[in-house]
Structures are given as C-alpha cells and as structure tokens.
T-cell receptor, first 119, second 118 residues
Framework: AQTVTQSQPEMSVQEAETVTLSCTYD???????LFWYKQPPSRQMILVIR??????QNATENRFSVNFQKAAKSFSLKISDSQLGDAAMYFC????????????????FGKGTHLIIQP | GAVVSQHPSWVICKSGTSVKIECRSL??????MFWYRQFPKQSLMLMAT?????????EQGVEKDKFLINHASLTLSTLTVTSAHPEDSSFYIC??????????????FGAGSRLTVL
C-alpha cells in the first residue's frame, strides 16, 4: 500500500512571499500520479497541480510549481507571490497509474498542511 | 470543465434513521466514482470505489452493510448511511473520474455533504 506524508501541519507566509510545502510518499510502483489539492473553508477540493511520475520535468501552473524528486520520493509544492486567497488546507495525494483505463484506484491523501497567509 | 454535484450539502438526522447522499456528474459520464470520509481537521479517507452497474469495492474496515453504495447509471452514485449513529457524523465527499486515455484521467470532487446524527 502507498503512504503519503506531509510533515508540516501548519505553515505561515507573508503575502507576496514564497512558501514551499513538503510531501513525501512511499510506493513500490514505478508509474503513478501525484497531486496537490487545495481545500478552502468551503471544503470544496480543488486541484492545484498534478505530476506524472514518468515525466522528469516538474509541473507548473502559474504561481504554483512542484519539485518532483522520484528517487527520493519527494513532491514539494512551491507557491510564489502568495495571495490571501491561497489560504487553505493543502493535501498531497498519490494515485496509481491506470494502465487499463478502467479507473481502478482512488487517491491516497496526506494529512494536510494548513497554509496561513499573513497580510 | 467537469462538474460533480453532491446533494444534500448538509443534513441532520436522528439516530437510527437512514440518510442518502447523491453524487452526480453533470457534464460527463463517470464509470467510476469514489466516496471519501473526512473527520474534522483530518485528511480524506477512501471508503469505497463505486463502479457503474456492479458492486462497490470497499476499503478495509468500512462496513458495507452500514454504507450502501449504488451506482445505477453513468452519472449517479448514491451513498446511504443506514441506521445512522452519532459516530457516523462526518463530512462525506464523492469524486468522479473523467474520461480520457488510460492513465490520464483526473478526479473531480463534489462539494461534500456534512452529516450530523443526533
């Protein structure tokens, strides 16, 4: 079974600054997906960014980027130019690669990091 | 983009009653839907995988007789909490797998349903 570990229960950053959220995972699989989800107070899960394990290039989405280190099984999220609207719980998640297309596995989540943005 | 609607968003019931939560994919067909449970200030835990036209697959430790899942169509999955008790109070979230090439699918989440059992 896969496990996802987020070692930072809470992080705080000044508005406009950069913050990095850590995530490590454990798996014996070679192909998989990694995700960062944001959960604001509304509780709606919002996909921030995703990374395919077979891709060496780190994924980026505007102010969000990841540092994917496959050998180290590390998948950190960097948020640049932090904004007040970025305040939320951030969950790192793992999903096995679906070779058959049958939609087998759900997501395995880390415990989350509560991100606070200081104005 | 893909939208998943979950209803009701909030429900209070008496102990011993049953509650049904619906999860609908509004603009796509979802052959697979997933049900998660989230306790306050905790992570999401996968409860079961719901496949259209077949029985759900439950995660270890989840009582299939307590949490009945039905996925009768490509756009609707339901979770029924039977004989609910206060310990079943939680936030339940569904997600649906969008179509695409094998392995390229992304999960879209509903807004969740908060269940409070008195």
């Amino acid at each position: 079974a896969q496990t996802v570990t987020q070692s930072q229960p809470e992080m705080s950053v000044q508005e406009a600054e950069t913050v990095t959220l850590s995530c490590t995972y454990d798996t014996s699989e070679s192909d998989y997906y990694l995700f960062w989800y944001k959960q604001p107070p509304s509780r709606q899960m919002i996909l921030v960014i995703r990374q395919e394990a077979y891709k060496q290039q780190n994924a980026t989405e505007n102010r969000f980027s990841v540092n994917f280190q496959k050998a180290a099984k590390s998948f950190s999220l960097k948020i640049s130019d932090s904004q007040l609207g970025d305040a939320a719980m951030y969950f790192c998640a793992y999903r096995s690669y679906d070779y058959s297309g049958g939609g087998a596995d759900g997501l395995t989540f880390g415990k989350g990091t509560h991100l606070i943005i200081q104005p | 983009g893909a939208v998943v609607s979950q209803h009701p968003s909030w429900v209070i019931c008496k102990s011993g009653t049953s509650v049904k939560i619906e999860c609908r994919s509004l603009d796509f067909q979802a052959t697979t839907m997933f049900w998660y449970r989230q306790f306050p200030k905790q992570s999401l835990m996968l409860m079961a995988t719901s496949n259209e036209g077949s029985k759900a697959t439950y995660e270890q430790g989840v009582e299939k007789d307590k949490f009945l899942i039905n996925h009768a169509s490509l756009t609707l999955s339901t979770l029924t909490v039977t004989s609910a008790h206060p310990e079943d109070s939680s936030f339940y979230i569904c997600s649906a797998r969008t179509s695409g090439s094998p392995g390229a699918n992304v999960l879209t989440f509903g807004a969740g349903s908060r269940l409070t059992v008195l």
